[in-house]
């Protein structure tokens, strides 16, 4: 059996895993992709689906992939099908945990298209990553240099240079490569620990900061307020794949944060506490961002909308520079939490498939991620005719991965817990005896994972299927 020690031993501390999953659950996900995703979809009646989801589906999804990871101390191909392993898993408690053996290859699939889901993910998230930091250097160097900081020609000179691009993703990468390489607590859990203190001090400020601004209330209403005629027949994909992407659900990243906690942690209060704190964070972000936007930018969406609109406003407030800084450092350090854990899951699962030194692993991850990064990381430019329906190409990537790849992968992990755990195992790992709220809500936990998940995400399908061919067919 493969130990969780081989690649790198468990969470330090259960504190450190909180710290692990709360910081790479808030990324991107909540300060750029939310803001623009609630945009296309009409504000408050997004903002509404969104919780529900994360609530009713993603919650329960996410149990399911820590259970499958605690329970097989396995990454997400492993945990699948067991390719180099001989003998049945056991759980930290000794007993056999693993239900029938499925015919080698058969669920291995699910697990392998959901890391390529992630590895695709890191990719692209590495780009984004990219920008963020060159507005971070450019907002400095403006403001070092000549005092004033010119937003627009940023964003021009980033766009029209496919290879600066790469560049910064490149810088981005290694920063991440070196923190993984070092171990899961030497590496990702001691980051964050440091880095997530500053991080949730940065939002509280600013979050209070933009409240006090004059567009605060026109953002609430818009934040809050559900006007359900303005969803549209994506909003209800939209809203799940998002609840995927921020819970990092559908990667098989929360199967490897799984497979390092201790035997004494409760999986059920574990996926709730993640869940409630990162939909917590994302509404905060939701009204960190939201009044800065303003009205005139509640029309426009897209993936470049932070940063077309922000740096432009922020370099009107009293204070911009400072204000502007903390904002992108902010948004750096939740990339980089992300990316980290993004990294981290996709390595456990080299290390588990052949056994290599964690250091060869990163770099060879790393290598994989940059090669992939050349197509977003060049959209703007040289491949910026590729286009579908207006959209170009890193728009594109975006809403397959994250509306398609994602619920499908969280189904099919969803599948693997139900199919390949023994049920006595699941209920027992889902029960916790000083709860009897778990008592209560395994029934209906199972109900979610073999029914209503299924369910829901293929409404979803029929009904964005059939808006694309009314809109191909006008
Ligand atoms: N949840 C992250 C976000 O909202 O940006 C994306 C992510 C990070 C997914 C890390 C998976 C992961 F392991």
């Known amino acids: 059996?493969?130990?969780?020690?081989?690649?790198?031993?468990?969470?330090?501390?259960?504190?450190?895993?909180?710290?692990?999953?709360?910081?790479?659950?808030?990324?991107?996900?909540?300060?750029w992709r939310f803001p623009y995703v609630t945009v296309e979809n009409g504000g408050g009646a997004f903002v509404l689906l969104y919780v529900l989801f994360a609530i009713s589906l993603g919650l329960p999804l996410l149990i399911g992939e820590l259970m499958l990871g605690k329970l097989t101390r396995r990454s997400a191909v492993s945990a699948c099908h067991e390719?180099?392993?001989?003998?049945?898993?056991?759980?930290?408690?000794?007993?056999?945990?693993?239900?029938?053996?499925?015919?080698?290859?058969?669920?291995?699939?699910?697990?392998?298209?959901?890391?390529?889901?992630?590895?695709?993910?890191?990719?692209?998230?590495?780009?984004?990553?990219?920008?963020?930091?060159h507005f971070l250097m450019q907002l400095s160097l403006g403001h070092l240099v000549t005092g004033a900081y010119d937003a627009e020609a940023s964003l021009h000179v980033l766009h029209e240079n496919g290879w600066l691009?790469?560049?910064?993703?490149?810088?981005?990468?290694?920063?991440?490569?070196?923190?993984?390489?070092?171990?899961?607590?030497?590496?990702?859990?001691?980051?964050?620990?440091n880095a997530m203190p500053v991080f949730v001090v940065l939002l509280v400020v600013l979050m209070t900061k933009s409240l006090s601004l004059p567009t605060a209330a026109g953002a609430l209403r818009f934040l809050f307020y559900p006007d359900f005629s303005r969803l549209n027949g994506y909003s209800m994909l939209h809203a799940i794949g998002h609840v995927f992407f921020t819970l990092s659900v559908g990667f098989g990243t929360m199967v490897t944060f799984g497979s390092y906690l201790n035997q004494q942690t409760h999986i059920a209060s574990a996926g709730f506490r993640v869940t409630a704190m990162d939909t917590l964070i994302?509404?905060?972000?939701?009204?960190?961002?939201?009044?800065?936007?303003?009205a005139s930018s509640l029309q426009a969406a897209g993936p470049e909308l932070l940063f077309q609109t922000l740096p432009r406003l922020l370099s009107s407030l009293d204070n911009g520079f400072i204000f502007g800084f903390a904002f992108f450092l902010c948004l750096y350090l939740a990339a980089l939490g992300a990316s980290i854990g993004l990294l981290e899951s996709l390595v456990a699962n080299v290390l588990d498939l052949t056994g290599m030194r964690r250091p060869v692993a990163t770099w060879l991850t790393g290598f994989a991620a940059f090669l992939f990064a050349s197509l977003p990381a060049l959209s703007t430019s040289v491949l910026k005719n590729v286009t579908f329906q207006g959209h170009g190409l890193l728009e594109i990537l975006d809403n397959v991965l994250v509306?398609?790849?994602?619920?499908?992968?969280?189904?099919?992990?969803?599948?693997?817990?139900?199919?390949?755990?023994?049920?006595?195992?699941?209920?027992?790992?889902?029960?916790?005896?000083?709860?009897?709220?778990?008592?209560?809500?395994?029934?209906?936990?199972?109900?979610?994972?073999?029914?209503?998940?299924?369910?829901?995400i293929l409404c979803a399908f029929v009904l964005a299927a059939i808006t694309l061919v009314r809109s191909l067919l006008h």
């Not at 895993?17 to 909540?30: T, V, W």
């Not at 993984?180 to 964050?192: I, N």
């Not at 994302?282 to 303003?294: D, K, M, N, Y």
């Not at 693997?416 to 395994?442: G, P």
Request: proline share 3%; glycine share 12%; with cysteine.
């Open 282 to 294: 994302s509404l905060f972000a939701g009204l960190l961002i939201f009044p800065l936007l303003g």
């Open 165 to 193: 691009q790469m560049a910064l993703t490149s810088v981005h990468l290694l920063i991440s490569l070196i923190i993984v390489a070092k171990g899961v607590q030497e590496g990702m859990e001691k980051w964050v620990s």
């Open 83 to 133: 390719v180099r392993v001989t003998a049945a898993p056991q759980s930290m408690s000794g007993q056999a945990a693993v239900g029938q053996k499925s015919p080698r290859g058969q669920l291995a699939g699910i697990g392998i298209f959901a890391v390529l889901t992630c590895l695709m993910l890191l990719s692209y998230y590495a780009v984004i990553s990219g920008w963020v930091l």
């Open 403 to 456: 509306n398609v790849f994602l619920p499908l992968a969280g189904l099919g992990l969803a599948y693997v817990v139900l199919k390949r755990l023994k049920a006595e195992k699941i209920e027992s790992e889902f029960i916790n005896d000083d709860s009897i709220a778990t008592r209560k809500l395994y029934s209906h936990w199972l109900f979610v994972m073999r029914w209503l998940a299924p369910g829901t």
């Open 1 to 31: 059996m493969s130990s969780p020690g081989r690649r790198g031993g468990l969470w330090g501390t259960r504190f450190g895993f909180y710290l692990a999953a709360i910081g790479s659950a808030f990324g991107l996900g909540n300060l």
